[in-house]
C-alpha cells in the first residue's frame, strides 16, 4: 500500500508456487499479458518448467518461450483459511552495511501482539474471536519476534525485494524453516531500504507481509497487509484502488493504536466471520424488506430475532454482486473514517478481487442501479430508517423498479409472526421552521421530562456547565428532553445537550454546547440505564454510563447494575397545564385505566401482548408515546406500535412494527376517555377483567371503565 499523501503505486510481478514460496520475476515482456492473456493478480496460474526458476528468480525473458500453460482461476486462490489460529513469526532486519529499523525488538513485539491495540486484538475483535494470532514459536525467536543481520545484502538505497530475497535466503540457510513453527511471517527492514512510494506490501493468499521501518508499528498497515495474506485485494472508490476509507483494505489511519475498525460489507463476506446472519437477496425473484444489524451489537451477542442480518448479498449474477452492510460507527467499528453510521453497498465479482465502495446511505436516501437485469429494469437500494437500541440496526428495502416495488410504510408481516428487535426508537422532536418560512406564533412552551435516580429519588440538575442530583422541584434546569435523530439529552432551559468530557479525572457529565458528536451521544436502556456512546480510552472499549457517586456528582462509569446507573423519567407540565407532546422528543406517558387504576403494559418478548399490569413509575415498558399526527401508540421501549391483531382469537393487542395500516391507528375521545379503532366504527380498547394484571382486546365502544384510559 502507498505512503500517506502518495499516489498509488504500480503493482508489482511476483510469482508465489503453490507450496507458498515467493520467486521474483525479472525481464517480463511489456505486452506479454496483452491480446488474448489476460491477467488478474491471484487469478491467473502461469506454469513453467522447474528447471527454469533459478535461485528463486523466474527470468521471463529466458524462459517465457517454455511457459507450459496460462489458465484463469475463476475463484481465485483456494483454501485460505480465514479463521482458527495463526502463528505469527517476526523478523527484525539489520542491513549488512549496519542500518536498522528505528524501533528494538520489544517495541516491535508491543506493536504487534502486546499494545492495547494491535494486529492481535484488531482481527480477535473484528471476527469475534474467530481469529486467534499468536506469536509463532521456536529455537530462534524470542515472544515471537528475532533480530537478523544480513551478511549479504545492504540496506542503503537496495531494493525492497533484493532485501527480501537476502532475508529468506539467509534464513533458509540458518535451517529457520526447520527450527521454528509458524503460519506467517512479517519482515522488518531499516528506512534506508528502498520502497519507492509504499509502504508495506504482501503476498495474496500467501505467508508473507513485509513493511518499511515504523510502518509496522501502524495497526491500519498491518491490518492491511495481513489482509491480503488472507486473501483479500484492496477496497477503492471512484476509480482509485485503495479510496475507500470504511475499510481496512483501502486508504485509512495512518497510527500506532487506532484505528478500531474492521473491514467491508464484501470482504467480512468472504472473511465469514459473521456467516449465520448473511442472506442472498436475488432483485429478480422479489423484493426484500431487511433489519441490517451494527456488527458490533452482532459480535456482542445482542441479535435477538431472525430477521436481523449482517450482510445482505445482492446477486445478480457473476457480473453484479453487491454487498450490503450497516456501517455503525460503535464498539469494534468506533474509529472507521469514512460513511460512520450509513448502510453501504460494496461491488466486488467474487473472492480475492478489487471492490469498489458504490454508496454510503443515511436515512430516507437511496441508491439506484439502472438496467440491473440486462432487461431495462433498475434496482433500487433505500434506507427507511435508523433504528438506535439493543441491538441497533438500519431497516432497507431492496427491489426492481415497476417490477416488486416495496415502500418502506409498507410491512410484509403486518399481523404478527417471528420474534422481533426490541428497540428504543421514539419520535425525534418536530422540525423547526426554517428561516425562509417565518412564523409570528409565539414558540411552544418547553416542556420535558425529570431524569430521577433510582438511589435517591432526587433529579439530574443542571447548575451553570456542571449536572449533579438535587431535590426535584420541576424548574426547567430538571427538565430534558431527547432529540431521537442525534441522540441527544437537551436542557429545555439553555438548549445545551448533556456532555461527557472524557478528558476530565472522573469523566464527568456536564452540559455543552450542541455538537452532537458521540460524547453528547445516549441510550436509553430498558434496564433504566443511560449509556454514553463517547469513547473513553481508560474504559478499554467498554461502554460507560452514566452513574451517580456518593457526593450525588454524576459521573460515566463502565456500565453495570446497580441502582446508581439506573433512572427513570417523570413527564413535567407547562405553566398551562399541558404534558409534552410526543413529537417533542421523550415524553412519554403512563397510561392508566380507570377500572382498578392498573397501567398498560407491553411485553418485551413475542408475541408482546399488551395488557394491564400494576403501575410502577420505574419501568420504562409502561410508557408510552403519543404521535398524535399519525394516529399512533408508541411504546418507549420497544419502539413497537399498539397493534390490534385482527387475526387472533379475541382481537388482543399486541406491539408490532409500524406500518401505517388502520389497524394501528386510534383515536383517544378526551370526553369518553375512548381509545377508538380506525379500523372500524364504535370499535375501541377494552380491559377484559375488572382487576389488574388483565389483558387489552378491542370491543364494540361502551361507557364502562373497563374502556376508560388516561394520562400521566
Known sequence: MPLPGKVEMNPTVRCVTSNQKANHVTNMPTNFFYGQRSFESGHTRIIVRNSDIIDGVINMGECSKNIMKIESMSDGISNIQRTGEFKFGVIRVTGKDG?????????????????????????????????????AIGEDLTGGAMDLKLTLQKARDAPSFNVENAVTFQLQEMGFY????????????????YFGNTAAYAYEGGHLSVYKNEMAAKHMVLMHEVGHNFGHLHSGKNSLGYADESCMMGAHLFANDAPRSCFNGAKSWFFGWYADRHIVVTPTSGSKNLKMLSIDDYLNGKANSNDQYTIAKVDGGSTQQLYVMYNRKEGVNR?????????????????????????????????????????????VIRVCGRIWGEPDYARIIIYLKNVNDLSCSNNPNPSPGPPRNPSYNPPGPPPTPSASSPTTDPPPPKRGTLIKSKVNNECVHMTGRSVVSSPCNGDMSQTWYFDATTKAVINAETGHCLDVDVNSRNIKVGTWECHFRPNQQWVLESNNRLKSLSFVPAFNGVYGCMDLTAENDLIVYPCHYN?????????VSDDQGNHD???????????????????MHMSTQYPNNVRIKNCDEGLIIQRWTLDRQNERIINVVTGLCLDWDRNSYNNNLVGWDCHGWNNQKWRYEETSENFKSLAMNEKCIDMTMDSQNSNLIVYDCHDDKNQRFYFE
Do not use: M
Open 99 to 135: 542500518y536498522s529499523p528505528s524501533r528494538n525488538l520489544s517495541q516491535i513485539r508491543n506493536d504487534i501482539f502486546n499494545d492495547s491495540l494491535n494486529l492481535v486484538v484488531g482481527y480477535r475483535e473484528c471476527s469475534g474471536n474467530k481469529v486467534n494470532i499468536l506469536p
Open 178 to 193: 526447520n527450527r521454528n513453527t509458524f503460519t506467517h511471517l512479517i519482515y522488518i527492514f531499516p528506512e534506508e531500504v
Open 335 to 379: 474509529e472507521v473514517q469514512a460513511h460512520g453510521d450509513e448502510v453501504t453497498i460494496v461491488q466486488q465479482k467474487g473472492d480475492n478481487r478489487q471492490s469498489w465502495l458504490l454508496a454510503g446511505l443515511g436515512d430516507s436516501s437511496e441508491w439506484q442501479k439502472q438496467n440491473w437485469d440486462g432487461k431495462g429494469n433498475t434496482l
Open 563 to 571: 441502582l446508581n446507573q439506573k433512572f427513570y423519567f417523570v413527564g
Open 581 to 599: 407532546d410526543p413529537g417533542q422528543g421523550w415524553g412519554e406517558r403512563i397510561i392508566r385505566t380507570r377500572e382498578g387504576n392498573g397501567c
